[in-house]
T-cell receptor, first 114, second 115 residues
């Protein structure tokens, strides 16, 4: 079974702190994604990566950066956390082969910035 | 631009009855994939079912089936014999490239199963 894990289920940070959200997948997937999910706004793509050290901006990249140094790991970084970044963050991965391309999701991280 | 519409913000269904969750999509690409995900209150997104744009048959997975009407650009999810554990948010999504990089989600439908 595909497994996508995220470093924390719940996180509370202060405004201005640097925040790291880690995501690891064990299926050798090429693609990895970071979304945020807010009530009434659905899932919005922040960044995705299609290979090691490669990244592409999604719909809402402002205030975020990412890092992919190894194929299995994709990190989301909030350089200076703000209260409007309080949200549910979901990591996903998908493979480029097989034609199906369904995204497998981690359990999510509920981040609260105070 | 590719878009997914789910017009039902919330739905109620009696336990053991069937329910249909609506999804329409908009794309000009001839090749695409349609997906349904379930998100329980725990937050994890669970993949349920997939339909490819060239598939002739409607997809089925256990109690889930996808009613694919290509000309109408609809991909409704049918859940048969609803269970209390089916109460969750349901998202319709579409992949529209060959590399799994371009994926768009609908706003979701909250399903509540009544005992």
């Amino acid at each position: 079974d595909v497994k996508v894990t995220q470093s924390s289920r719940y996180l509370v940070k202060r405004t201005g702190e640097k925040v790291f959200l880690e995501c690891v997948q064990d299926m050798d997937h090429e693609n990895m994604f970071w979304y945020r999910q807010d009530p009434g706004l659905g899932l919005r793509l922040i960044y995705f990566s299609y290979d090691v050290k490669m990244k592409e901006k999604g719909d809402i990249p402002e205030g975020y950066s990412v890092s992919r140094e190894k194929k299995e790991r994709f990190s989301l970084i909030l350089e200076s956390a703000s209260t409007n970044q309080t949200s549910m963050y979901l990591c996903a991965s998908s493979g480029a082969t097989g034609g199906l391309h369904e995204q497998y999701f981690g359990p999510g991280t509920r981040l609260t910035v105070t | 631009a590719q878009k997914i519409t789910q017009t039902q913000p919330g739905m109620f269904v009696q336990e053991k009855e069937a329910v249909t969750l609506d999804c329409t999509y908009d794309t000009s690409d001839p090749s695409y994939g349609l997906f349904w995900y379930k998100q329980p209150s725990s937050g994890e997104m669970i993949f349920l079912i997939y339909q490819g744009s060239y598939d002739q048959q409607n997809a089925t997975e256990g109690r889930y089936s996808l009613n694919f009407q290509k000309a109408r650009k609809s991909a409704n999810l049918v859940i048969s014999a609803s269970q209390l554990g089916d109460s969750a948010m349901y998202f319709c999504a579409m992949s529209y490239d060959n590399y799994g990089q371009n994926f768009v989600f609908g706003p979701g439908t909250r399903l509540s199963v009544l005992p």
